[in-house]
């Protein structure tokens, strides 16, 4: 398939050529901008959308749906399901073969893959179900006989994303757990048409090896360091796939990991083919935060200073906007590191500085005193209420800007609690962003989150996490709520709790709103263009119920003017104007959208827009 450029005023970008109302990944092209070139559905005529037909997927997922000639693909558990995409009616069905023991075997939640074939070989669909890499016929469902054997790989590490896809080539990642010891978290690559392995990419990286230093003596047989994101955005002209690796395990102390840890928190540029390392950006040194890369941005082409440029516009759960040079990984946008605290842990190594986007601000709250706590006015009575008695339960939280440390709170001494913002989901998260190639605009589902609490010794071998099961590290993340790293500062609208300290009602966040965002950046300039609080909460007052109320999914962006986004918790799909922010469309869900949505064109000749909501694919056309 040919390469074609999309050139105007502000920005541009090479992608494969696709039919316009095809959807063929998840981030619709192989450079994950999300957009779509279909203008049928307007700013004009966006509220005129009404449904065209549902299915439902008999279990939850976060998936996204892809749609290859008037073909619908997604998972739906153990089930792989090809739709007619006007119709919604069923075209076939795959079964996912069942595991010899342990739980069923699903396919993955997040998506499948479409690979469009060429002159002697019809396309196929690949997904993950496990540690099995599978390939289907897309016109049958039937395994491919020629990939792997009888259709499937043993991939070894299990993966939960979607393979990229460029050219023959399929790159996946590794779901390892958060222990320090244990399966490398490194992606791997496959020939498409016969399964064969083609690369591995070292994440930490072995003595002898490139940055083996910046660990210290902590790189033996270490884990985490993964690609656990859905995705990874592929430049095919340049053969280049661009990896987004998370932080390294464990995740809030590395006294046994002294250094930067690279390849950790860090976008990676590797060769297509070979996995050639080309170049890397660090975004976070020694991470103790676990601000994880949950995926790593759209390719496009930016006009920076007057010269235009290949770029990666890039945010993550630290929710700084950062613009590398896809070819070289330098900074397009200038950055610059700066001084940051350093903790009291013992034998914890601390990083002096950390890189910091010269001319975007973080895109979330990153800041706490009391004085940003909620009024009554912002929510409710019982809630501010039970917001300060937090507080002072936890002996008020200690908050300098970003990178603020965890301190050591030893058993016995008064409590002395850090509030990290944002922290948790925070930030960009799995769904990631979408950008309009013309403008050079990318727009996000930023959330300000929190995480709360200190480091403190460990007094068991257990784990005090759920997503590390085997860990033998001295120190680990508590609060004055108990073990663990994932306590927040909020509370009940109510007030109230019940025997057993659970939230009676909704819990809301206890400083002030907006909590979500709707945001879009300006990758030329670095300029905030605008943000709107994204999501609703029905319990509070009319006229204050819009205060950001989101998940983790993102946005679409399309031709036609407009940014489509479910993700919130309110159980609503939206449409924005792309250049204002404007709400221009609403409607309700049987569930919450919290899946990245598609736009495609039908065999009738008419656009689509379609979301997994709460486990029902649900689609929208103009009216007739």
């Known amino acids: 398939m040919a390469t074609a450029a999309l050139m105007a005023g502000g920005a541009a970008i090479a992608q494969g050529a696709e039919p316009d109302g095809d959807w063929q990944t998840i981030n619709r092209d192989a450079a994950s901008t999300r957009y779509s070139p279909l203008t049928d559905i307007n700013r004009a005529n966006v509220a005129g959308l009404k449904e065209a037909w549902r299915y439902p997927i008999r279990g939850f997922n976060t998936a996204t749906p892809l749609v290859a000639d008037s073909v619908m693909y997604f998972p739906a558990g153990g089930r792989v399901v090809a739709l007619d995409a006007v119709s919604g009616k069923e075209k076939w069905s795959f079964d996912v073969p069942k595991a010899e023991s342990g739980p069923p075997r699903n396919a993955s939640t997040r998506g499948v893959s479409y690979w469009p074939g060429d002159r002697d070989t019809p396309p196929r669909i690949l997904f993950m179900a496990g540690n099995l890499l599978i390939a289907l016929d897309a016109a049958s469902g039937t395994p491919v006989a020629g990939f792997g054997q009888g259709g499937m790989v043993d991939v070894g590490v299990p993966y939960g994303g979607t393979p990229s896809i460029g050219g023959d080539v399929a790159v996946i990642g590794a779901a390892t757990l958060e222990n320090p010891q244990g399966v490398a978290g490194n992606p791997r690559a496959f020939d498409i048409r016969t399964g064969r392995k083609l690369w591995e990419f070292q994440t930490v990286p072995k003595k002898g090896e490139r940055f083996n230093e910046t660990w210290g003596n902590g790189w033996k047989n270490r884990s985490g360091a993964n690609m656990w994101a859905t995705s990874a955005p592929i430049d095919v002209e340049r053969g280049i796939v661009v990896l987004p690796i998370s932080g ?58 007057g010269r235009r440029q290949p770029v990666i516009a890039h945010v993550g759960k630290a929710a700084r906007f950062f613009v590398l040079n896809r070819e070289t990984g330098k900074p397009a946008l200038p950055v610059e590191e700066r001084p940051v605290l350093a903790g009291d842990v013992p034998g914890e190594y601390y990083s002096p500085t950390q890189p910091f986007p010269v001319k975007t601000p973080p895109l979330a709250r990153v800041k706490l005193t009391y004085d940003d706590l909620v009024t009554a006015e912002d929510t409710s009575p019982a809630h501010a209420a039970a917001c300060v008695a937090m507080w002072r339960k936890a002996g008020g939280y200690l908050n300098f800007g970003p990178f603020t440390p965890f301190y050591l709170h030893r058993d016995g ?113 670095g300029e905030v263009k605008w943000a709107v609080p994204l999501g609703m909460y029905e319990e509070l007052p009319e006229g204050r119920q819009v205060l950001g109320n989101a998940g983790n999914a993102g946005p679409t962006v399309t031709a036609g003017g407009l940014v489509f986004v479910g993700a919130t918790n309110d159980k609503r799909f939206r449409a924005f104007d792309a250049e204002t922010g404007r709400e221009l469309w609403e409607t309700a869900l049987g569930g919450n959208a919290n899946a990245n949505p598609m736009t495609y064109r039908g065999s009738d000749g008419k656009q689509y827009v379609a979301i997994n909501a709460g486990g029902t694919i649900m689609t929208y056309s103009l009216s007739s």
């Open 248 to 305: 390294p395990a464990a995740n809030y102390w590395g006294g046994d990991r002294p250094g930067d840890n690279l390849f950790a928190n860090s976008l990676v540029a590797v060769d297509l083919k070979t996995g050639e390392y080309k170049w890397h950006f660090q975004t976070v040194h020694h991470d103790l935060w676990d601000t994880d890369i949950p995926s790593a941005g759209p390719l496009i082409d930016a006009k920076v200073d």
């Open 413 to 525: 001494a008064p409590p002395r609690s850090t509030i990290q913002l944002p922290g948790g989901t925070g930030g960009v998260n799995w769904g990631g962003m979408a950008a309009d190639p013309h403008s050079g605009i990318v727009y996000a589902n930023v959330q300000s989150t929190s995480l709360v609490g200190w480091v403190e010794m460990k007094d068991s071998t257990e784990s005090y996490s759920f997503d590390a099961n085997d860990t033998n590290q001295l120190y680990d993340r508590a609060s004055v709520d108990g073990k663990g790293p994932f306590f927040t500062f909020s509370a009940p609208l109510s007030g109230e709790y019940d025997e057993k300290g659970r939230a009676v009602g909704p819990s809301l966040p206890c400083y002030k709103p907006p909590w979500a965002q709707l945001t879009a950046v300006d990758a030329n300039t």
